[in-house]
């Protein structure tokens, strides 16, 4: 594959992942949209599996498609399964040491204080990122016990006979129907086998993530904790993002609304989808580069740009190889890129059209059409209004400002606009000082001139519909501006033009980049009340250019051959200059863009950040399968914090035998539905089992958790905690179901569930099902539905709380039982998140 | 100019009866005021709205604090500016240990007090802070790691209400019916607890029932609250006066009738 086509296949195609070489066999695997018996081959074609695993795969397909929607819980109807992504392979290798590890993970980690922790506790750390482990790690001393903690893909292969055995045993294929989709698209996730007799005191972690639009993650866990072994799993899920050029000019991205159309990595506009603000605490990288020196690029450590990177100064002549980096990946050597040019997809116009109101004497003013043709010089007329045009205040007149000596410019002026409106100009002569004003007294020459380029210099503009001109015509409204603004200083050989409005100036660069001439852009501060002036610089290599095309004549001069900024392949790429890391404790903001997914922010092409933003829904459909052996002990710990547009759907059960314990602890925010019901079955004498659930229901989310117990064997015991907060309309439930079948004599079991309701709006349901084939049982179930109350929030408000403050405590008290049982950190992270929620910055 | 100044206040409830029918009342720094009035006659509702419930509503008059009105904010803001209210039936906030809520409090007092900047009291002082206040106030150490008010006996409910007060410094307390529900011992220590307290830096607003806790703390003013008003001043004799006479001497005469 040459260079050339490299980069087109990326241009093309890059929205599916982030390569990273030219190497063909990084190149990212991607099913396409749907699931089907195709799909399914393809994915166990990719991954090589063993041919029982085909077979399981599309027998599970084939249950899931037999299988009728669940029409209880909630509305899952809403889910379009033709239009997920159901198998994504980044290309991004598992890393192996901590500091391979994406930088926001890091971060995260790093408030909440896990990697100082990571010494005392962790035990190992696995990352899902894209439907795969990315990162292992595991602690020496637990290798050497015999401890496997692997993602499901190596498990597949380098333990095959353990993955048969177990597989679809604890959740059955054809279970339910979200559980044979998992079965049949399966990919990533967990494998933890712990031999008998071996403890981990220290939890196991895993951060969970989807990242991709329109991607389900169906990642699949399978933990075996033989006899007298123990274990404590934690499972965490995160959301990251950043900060633009719109049509005809910029706006800062907090201003940006749905609907604007921003320019993208394909030098066109595309409308925005989806914007996006949370709060960010952490590193946040500065980073400045050639071209606009004046910039400062702002992000997060995950912000992905268009970067090509050249690091040795030999291959300096090599073909630019664009790739998305993200941010923290960033140094000196890599280039930004900005589209070269700017593709309206529209045919060059050949007039502009302006409507005008225009008074009729004594009557009200009537809209009236005033089309200007757009020949050659008529745009470079244009480009001298930009410069040294102005219209009075009263907008009865335009007029055209020239230096006494510059005739020529006012016979151009003349000829131009008495051609075009059919009127007569006069020139006006100062009195006070130097120079001539051709002017013409006309209400619609002097409207459509203010309406279309702006009035006064701080409303100037250079509209987009320029870039669908002919190159000569763009080259000729560049002159009008240079011979109004322009100058060359012999000495350095560079031409100038000097602007002070910022905007104009940022077009004017991106004009001349249009005609493959590069300029950099300055700012000059200068004594107040003047305001900075903005400096455009052509690139000396590019004088001869902009001399020949631009101004129009046959250029002598010769630049250097070399500049920092290369236009290749239809970007601008302009090197780093320097990259800061610096704390910062604010809002952040990022957009999702159709189609391109990508826009330009600070001059330079940035990706929709790789936090979860999705204009679709996205499904999210796990499936945990634990066993627990005789005497051994496992616990589950899981909090998420899912997108509100994910339909989080996952079957976790667990079965424990004579004497074991298995609990489940699971924190659910976030997300737009979740059904989540941890089962544990009691097949062994003793046994016991525990279920503790927080679900916190915001705006327009739907939460319907609870948990599921058998009592199979004598003497089992289990205790169910359900804590579930709704707010703002949200809709949190407990869906229960306690089982004690024949022969489970002397069972025990207590369900307690405890809702909350933080206003009038939101809702709270509880299915407790309860079902005994056995007398000599002892259940007990208690159930309590409260509303913070008034009398609660005063009295903390006489304290000096604020009502969110005051809220947030008493919800943080209300889950209390369960946060106790959390790992510190965690426990740091649910009433952090529970904050968030509270002050409605999450979601 | 007193700290606090009530002029002319009305109460009202949400369904609009009057409670509170025109109080005017001044309590300045380093000084000890006592209401006393009969049940229903608007004392509780005079401190709650003093403190800004939500449910009561002021139809006239001005609360004035340190010189500013009070009258328009929310009870959050009243408590940054200085005033604290004891409350005669603490609220149980389940699953808040009382140091973790003791800290919010005091840093949510301190952020307004260093202008809106977060500026949390060190983990260090805040520990010494709260064992020399509870040791003070005889507040047994375990009930400072148990959820507030969550299970308390009357009792330490109010020993925890003056550990507040002691530990968030108001310039203003109103205590409201602290003295209800003690035993002797309890009482004396809430007591001791409220004059130590009231300085150049605070002054107190004692609501009562009975003229029981003023053997303790005596106060400089007595005001006797009937039906919504102060119908009578005085010095410490004038509860005196209430013990011997009742409150029936105090009666405007159609109430008397009634």
Redesign the interface.
């Known amino acids: 594959m040459s260079e050339t086509e490299i980069v087109r296949g990326i241009r093309d195609e890059y929205q599916f992942g982030f390569k990273n070489s030219d190497e063909a066999e990084n190149y990212f695997f991607k099913s396409g949209r749907g699931v089907s018996h195709e799909v399914v081959e393809a994915i166990a074609e990719h991954k090589q599996e063993p041919d029982w695993m085909r077979k399981f795969r599309h027998r599970s397909l084939d249950y899931f498609l037999a299988r009728p929607l669940p029409t209880w819980g909630g509305n899952v109807a809403e889910i379009d399964f033709d239009n997920i992504y159901y198998y994504i392979k980044p290309t991004e290798k598992q890393a192996k040491n901590w500091e391979d590890l994406p930088a926001d993970i890091l971060d995260t980690w790093d408030k909440l204080g896990i990697p100082e922790a990571e010494k005392k506790y962790l035990a190992g750390v696995g990352a899902q990122y894209e439907s795969e482990v990315v990162y292992h790690k595991l602690q020496a001393d637990l290798e050497a016990k015999g401890v496997l903690f692997l993602d499901m893909d190596t498990a597949l292969r380098e333990h095959e006979d353990i993955v048969k055995q177990y597989i679809g045993t604890i959740i059955p294929q054809n279970d339910n129907k979200f559980a044979a989709l998992n079965s049949a698209v399966w990919s990533g996730g967990s494998f933890i086998y712990v031999p008998p007799g071996v403890k981990i005191e220290l939890p196991l972690q895993a951060y969970f993530r989807i990242n991709a639009e329109n991607m389900g993650q169906f990642e699949r866990t399978l933990i075996i904790v033989d006899e007298d072994a123990y274990v404590h799993y934690v499972e965490g899920c995160h959301l990251a993002g950043s900060m633009v050029r719109v049509r005809d000019g910029e706006k800062s991205i907090e201003e940006i609304e749905v609907g604007d159309e921003v320019l993208t990595h394909h030098g066109r506009f595309r409308r925005v989808r989806d914007t996006m603000q949370r709060r960010f605490e952490g590193p946040i990288f500065r980073i400045t580069f050639a071209g606009e020196g004046y910039r400062s690029l702002a992000v997060t450590p995950r912000h992905p740009f268009l970067v090509a990177s050249r690091e040795l100064p030999r291959e300096h002549n090599r073909w630019f190889v664009p790739e998305w980096k993200e941010a923290w990946e960033l140094g000196l050597g890599d280039y930004l890129a900005v589209p070269a040019s700017i593709d309206l997809e529209q045919d060059a116009p050949t007039v502009a059209g302006q409507e005008v109101l225009v008074g009729r004497g004594r009557h009200a003013a009537v809209a009236e059409r005033v089309d200007v043709e757009l020949t050659r010089d008529m745009c470079r007329v244009m480009g001298l209004y930009v410069a040294e045009g102005s219209v009075s205040a009263n907008t009865s007149y335009l007029s055209f400002d020239s230096a006494t000596h510059e005739e020529h410019l006012r016979e151009l002026v003349e000829d131009v606009i008495e051609g075009a409106f059919g009127l007569e100009t006069w020139t006006y002569a100062y009195d006070n000082r130097e120079g001539r004003s051709v002017r013409l007294s006309s209400a619609r020459a002097a409207r459509f001139f203010a309406q279309t380029f702006g009035r006064t210099t701080d409303e100037l503009r250079v509209p987009d519909w320029l870039f669908a001109l002919d190159d000569e015509d763009r080259a000729a409204f560049v002159r009008g501006l240079y011979d109004g603004e322009g100058s060359y200083d012999a000495l350095l050989n560079l031409h100038r033009i000097n602007q002070t409005n910022r905007e104009v100036a940022q077009r004017l660069r991106e004009l001349l980049l249009s005609l493959g001439i590069r300029a950099s852009l300055s700012r000059t501060e200068r004594a107040a009340p003047r305001r900075p002036m903005w400096q455009l610089a052509i690139c000396e290599a590019d004088n001869p250019l902009f001399e020949r095309r631009v101004l129009a004549y046959a250029s002598t001069g010769t630049g250097p051959k070399k500049a920092d900024v290369v236009i290749a392949d239809g970007y601008c790429w302009m090197p780093i200059r320097s990259v800061e890391k610096i704390q910062a404790n604010c809002k952040v903001y990022n957009l999702s863009v159709e189609e391109d997914e990508s826009y330009v922010c600070e001059g330079v092409i940035s990706h929709n950040c790789t936090a979860p933003i999705y204009s679709s829904d996205s499904l999210h459909s796990a499936v945990v399968e634990i066993v627990v052996k005789p005497r051994g002990r496992c616990r589950y710990t899981t909090i998420q914090n899912w997108s509100n547009n994910v339909f989080n759907l996952v079957t976790k059960r667990a079965v424990a035998y004579e004497d074991a314990t298995m609990e489940w602890v699971d924190g659910n925010l976030g997300s737009k539905l979740t059904m989540k019901y941890p089962a544990i079955w009691l097949m062994g004498e003793r046994a016991h089992g525990e279920v503790l659930s927080i679900a916190f229901a915001g705006k327009g989310q739907h939460q319907d958790a609870g948990g599921k117990v058998v009592h199979v064997a004598p003497k089992t015991t289990s205790v169910i905690t359900s804590k579930s907060i709704s707010k703002n309309g949200g809709r949190a439930g407990y869906r229960g179901l306690l089982e004690v079948a024949k022969g489970a004599v002397g069972a025990k079991s207590k369900v307690v569930c405890d809702a909350l309701i933080l206003d009038e709006e939101s809702r709270s349901d509880t299915y407790p099902y309860i079902r005994v084939d056995e007398n000599d049982v002892d259940l007990g179930h208690e159930a309590t539905v409260s509303k913070i109350?008034?009398?609660?929030l005063?009295?903390?408000?006489?304290?000096?709380?604020?009502?969110s403050?005051?809220s947030a405590?008493?919800v943080?008290?209300?889950?209390?039982?369960i946060t106790k049982e959390l790992p510190l950190e965690y426990a740091v992270e649910m009433n952090r998140l529970i904050q968030l929620q509270m002050e409605g910055s999450v979601g | 100019m007193a700290f606090l100044e009530i002029k002319n206040l009305h109460v009202a409830l949400e369904d609009g009866t009057e409670i509170v029918k025109g109080v005017d009342l001044e309590v300045d720094l380093n000084e000890k005021h006592a209401v006393m009035g009969p049940n229903g006659s608007g004392k509780s509702t005079l401190a709650y709205a003093l403190?800004?419930?939500?449910?009561y509503e002021i139809t006239e008059g001005e609360i004035l604090l340190d010189g500013a009105s009070i009258v328009e904010e929310?009870?959050?803001v009243?408590?940054?500016r200085g005033l604290?209210?004891a409350?005669q039936y603490?609220?149980a906030?389940?699953?808040?240990t009382v140091t973790s809520?003791l800290r919010?409090?005091i840093n949510?007092?301190r952020k307004?007090k260093a202008g809106g900047q977060d500026d949390p009291i060190p983990v260090k002082e805040f520990r010494t802070e709260i064992l020399a206040a509870m040791e003070r106030l005889k507040v047994p150490r375990e009930l400072a790691s148990r959820?507030l008010n969550d299970g308390f006996s009357g009792g330490e409910k109010k020993r925890v209400e003056i550990l507040?007060m002691a530990l968030?410094q108001p310039k203003i307390a109103i205590l409201d019916e602290t003295d209800s529900g003690l035993d002797i011992d309890a009482l004396r220590i809430v007591a001791n607890g409220v004059n130590e307290l009231v300085s150049s830096e605070m002054g107190a607003l004692v609501i009562t029932h009975y003229q029981r806790i003023l053997n303790y703390v005596t106060p400089d003013h007595v005001h006797v609250f009937v039906g919504g008003r102060i119908v009578e001043s005085g010095g410490p004799e004038l509860a005196h006066r209430l013990e011997t006479d009742g409150y029936e001497a105090f009666m405007p005469p159609e109430e008397k009738a009634a």
């Open positions: 109350g008034e009398e609660q005063f009295y903390l408000m006489s304290r000096g709380l604020s009502e403050e005051a405590m008493i943080s008290g209300f889950v209390e039982p | 403190m800004g419930h939500p449910s929310a009870a959050d009243r408590a940054q604290f209210l409350f603490p609220h906030i389940p699953g808040v809520f919010s409090a949510a007092i307004a959820y507040q968030l």
